[in-house]
């Protein structure tokens, strides 16, 4: 069974500068969906970003990066000048087909600080 | 286009009653997950319907039973409430199309056991 592992329960960035957040997945498949979620304390979960698997490009949404290791099973969130707004549980997550469920991480609690 | 719509978005019941929430999708999006959200075991997936069909399900009792409607509605249902029951759930429906996987979540209905 698929898995999903965010080793950092809380993280704290100050206003302006960049922070990482760490995801790592269990899988035997070589196709599949990595996501990131936000969910800010009014607690509308929103799409952060995603990748395909097959894609070797990392993907990018404005502040909002991605480091996909495929190998390493790794996907982490890079967030570049944070913003008070982005204070937000963050959630990664991976679905093996589109027709698949999604399986949800932990998530990492972020704190941006002013 | 409107969002994912829940409702009730607090729910107060005592041990033993049942409960029916409801979630009305994107127009256009056939696809209605529900998860549950609780601080100690996160976001879990309860089960998706797709077309009136469940299409996956989740590892919950069967006092959890889910519904659609041919308009794309869905109703969650819980039948004997425990008090662990206690959780914020959270529907999500997705399109099909060129963006597999990306959900769209509603506010949520807070339900409280007591």
């Known amino acids: 069974a698929q898995t999903v592992t965010q080793s950092q329960p809380e993280m704290s960035v100050q206003e302006a500068e960049t922070v990482t957040l760490s995801c790592t997945y269990d899988t035997s498949e070589s196709n599949y969906y990595l996501f990131w979620y936000k969910q800010p304390p009014s607690r509308q979960m929103i799409l952060v970003i995603r990748?395909?698997?097959?894609?070797?490009q990392n993907a990018t949404e404005n502040r909002f990066s991605v480091n996909f290791q495929k190998a390493a099973k790794s996907f982490s969130l890079k967030i570049s000048d944070s913003q008070l707004g982005d204070t937000a549980m963050y959630f990664c997550?991976?679905?093996?087909?589109?027709?698949?469920?999604?399986?949800f991480g932990p998530g990492t609690s972020l704190s941006v600080i002013p | 286009k409107a969002g994912v719509t829940q409702t009730p978005r607090y729910l107060i019941k005592t041990r033993g009653q049942q409960v029916t929430l409801s979630c009305s999708p994107i127009s256009g999006h056939r696809s209605v997950s529900w998860y549950q959200q609780t601080p100690g075991q996160g976001l879990q997936f309860l089960f998706e319907y797709f077309s009136e069909t469940q299409r996956n399900k989740g590892n919950f009792p069967g006092r959890f039973s889910g519904r659609q409607f041919s308009n794309s509605r869905s109703e969650m249902n819980v039948s004997t409430l425990e008090l662990g029951d206690s959780a914020l759930y959270l529907c999500a429906s997705r399109p099909s199309g060129n963006t597999p996987g990306t959900q769209y979540f509603g506010p949520g209905t807070r339900l409280l056991v007591l």
């Open positions: 990748q395909e698997a097959y894609k070797q």
């Open positions: 997550a991976f679905m093996k087909t589109s027709y698949d469920k999604v399986i």
